[in-house]
Structures are given as structure tokens and as C-alpha cells.
């Protein structure tokens, strides 16, 4: 499967919001459907941890350290995975990852990097 592509990382106050994107290049619309989403996070020194994720029949389920800040969102149109990350801490800093799993196979993006802090 296509590697996914992650933008939308940089530095942010905290309190501050960003919000980081998703593609999987070439993707087809009913591949994309059909997928499972899920965003993930690694800060140095710490094991890679889940954020949120999307089930491809629309399921969406938090990490509870990011509940009622962070939303996961999918665009069917262009084909697009969204996390808006609101009211920002500086303990999300980290290396924000993309996972697409669909029929036994996974695939990671390189990771953007979130930092927060003055």
C-alpha cells in the first residue's frame, strides 16, 4: 500500500491549534473509503502512542489525553485524513504520525513534527 503523507507540523504556543493533513498519494476513492485511519505520536524518549483514529465505517475513538481538544476528521471528496489539535500543551510535542491499515496491510508516513512552546 502507498506511504501516506503527513503536513501541517511546526511550532505553536501553547493554547495555539494546527492542524495536520493526511494524503495518500494516487489513492482511489473506494481505497480510501475503505481504509482505517489512525494518528499516532512519538515524543523523544517515549514509545509511539495512538492519538485518534477512524474506522472505515466511521467509528472515531481518542486518546483520553487528547479528548475534547484534538478532532479527527476524514474529506471523502479529496480524499484527505485531518487532525485538528486545539488548545495545545506543550506534552503534545512530538513526531505526529499517519497509519492506513486496509485488508491486512499497513502503511506509516514519516511523521510531522508538532512543537509547542513559547
Known amino acids: 500500500q502507498a506511504q501516506p503523507v503527513e503536513s501541517g507540523g511546526g511550532l505553536v504556543q501553547p493554547g495555539g491549534s494546527l492542524r495536520l493533513t493526511c494524503v495518500v498519494p494516487?489513492?482511489?476513492?473506494?481505497?480510501?473509503?475503505?481504509?482505517?485511519w489512525g494518528w499516532y505520536r512519538q515524543a523523544p524518549g517515549n514509545q509511539r502512542e495512538r492519538v485518534a483514529a477512524i474506522g472505515s465505517g466511521g467509528s472515531i475513538d481518542y486518546a483520553d489525553s487528547v479528548k475534547g481538544r484534538f478532532t479527527m476528521s476524514r474529506d471523502f471528496a479529496r480524499k484527505r485524513v485531518y487532525l485538528q489539535m486545539d488548545a495545545l500543551k506543550p506534552e503534545d510535542t512530538a513526531v505526529y504520525y499517519c497509519?492506513?491499515?486496509?485488508?491486512?496491510?499497513?502503511?506509516w508516513g514519516k511523521g510531522t513534527l508538532v512543537t509547542v512552546g513559547k
Open positions: 494516487r489513492i482511489i476513492t473506494s481505497t480510501f473509503s475503505g481504509t482505517d
Open positions: 497509519n492506513a491499515k486496509r485488508a491486512g496491510t499497513e502503511a
